[in-house]
């Protein structure tokens, strides 16, 4: 069994900060560090998938909201809508281009960008790898069972306002 991270650790870290700064906010550590050791358990459940992969992960999240796309997709609304910026964005897709697994035209209604289209081959590439990546994800959260749907609503519940919050910042 894979052990992430120590929840006394945690609790013993967390309570040394306070200690010793007292007047500053550690109770952001205990969320910011489960939710760094879910994320770690989601790339573990997914690592043997990649292993030998044609595609990277970065390259896979691109792939996924491409793969059955109603419109024609822009890099910048890609990137806005996995959250991801713009840069490693535009650099995961010069890698797919080059290799032949998209294509890029440019956008008559904005010639300053491009829309962007899966290849036969980009196509094939997500059939394979994205299926199996979904098998390890539904492995690895299988014993939710009934609770899936109280997760799920928690997570989203975090997100949230997190989401706002970085909106108002960004003002």
């Given amino acids: 069994m894979v052990m992430m991270a120590d929840p006394s ?11 010793h700064n007292p007047a500053l906010d550690t109770s952001p550590m205990e969320v910011v560090a489960q939710v760094k ?11 043997q998938v990649y292993a030998g ?4 992960v ?21 990137a806005e809508l996995l959250g991801m910026s713009r840069a490693g964005v535009s650099k995961t897709l010069a890698k797919l281009e080059k ?17 962007i289209a899966m290849s036969d081959t980009g196509i094939d590439a997500i059939d394979d790898l994205f299926p199996r990546e979904l098998e390890a994800h539904a492995k690895l959260l299988a014993g939710l069972g009934q609770d899936r749907d109280k ?13 706002s919050q970085l909106d108002r910042l960004s003002e």
């Avoid at 992969?53 to 990277?56: E, Q, R």
């Avoid at 909201?65 to 609304?77: C, F, M, N, Q, S």
């Avoid at 697994?101 to 904005?110: E, K, M, V």
């Fill in 99 to 115: 290799r032949g697994l998209i294509s890029r035209t440019p956008n008559p209604a904005d010639l300053r960008s491009a829309l």
């Fill in 58 to 78: 970065a390259e896979a999240e691109l792939l996924v909201p491409l793969r059955y796309a109603d419109e024609a997709v822009t890099a910048i609304r890609l």
């Fill in 37 to 47: 050791r879910i994320s770690a358990l989601l790339e573990l459940a997914v690592e």
């Fill in 9 to 19: 650790l945690r609790t013993h870290t967390c309570a040394l900060w306070s200690e």
């Fill in 53 to 56: 992969a044609t595609l990277t």
């Fill in 151 to 163: 997760v799920l609503a928690a997570l989203n519940r975090l997100a949230e306002p997190m989401e």
